[in-house]
């Protein structure tokens, strides 16, 4: 095990800072909307990056409303090329948490005695330039 490459780009975890959820009768259609708002700040001086998604899931009717804030947490290494933190923190990060928001969401709703909501796979490299945007670092 000694000679085990040790990755650049390593999840530490996440937890779910925020959550809301709220159902209302009717019917069991469930045609969403899906709104995203990602913020990360980057920790130079410890190589960590915290990724903050928030989701905001709304059914057409107002049947269903849930939102949520997840905090990832990844640890990098420090002397890496500008361009591949670029595409690990604002393409690979989102798309490593979104699983467990995925999970979350289905979870919670079928905990609550309605039909699981489901959310499909999405890609979230488009929220990369949102995401680097509304990105700090600290030194």
Known sequence: MENTPISSFNFEGFKIIKSYFEMNEGDEEQTFSIN?????????GTSKFDLQIGVLIEERNNKFKA??????VFKFVSDMQEDMLDNFF??????????????????????SGISPVILPTLNLSLLGPEL????????
């Not at 995203?36 to 130079?44: D, E, L, M, Q, V």
């Not at 939102?67 to 990832?72: A, D």
């Not at 680097?132 to 030194?139: F, G, P, S």
């Open 90 to 111: 604002y393409k690979n990060a989102p798309a490593i948490l979104f699983p467990y928001i995925r999970a979350y969401i289905t979870t919670l709703t079928s905990l």
């Open 67 to 72: 939102e949520i804030i997840v905090l990832g």
């Open 36 to 44: 995203f708002n990602p913020t990360g700040i980057i920790h130079k």
């Open 132 to 139: 680097k945007k509304n990105t700090i670092i600290l030194e």
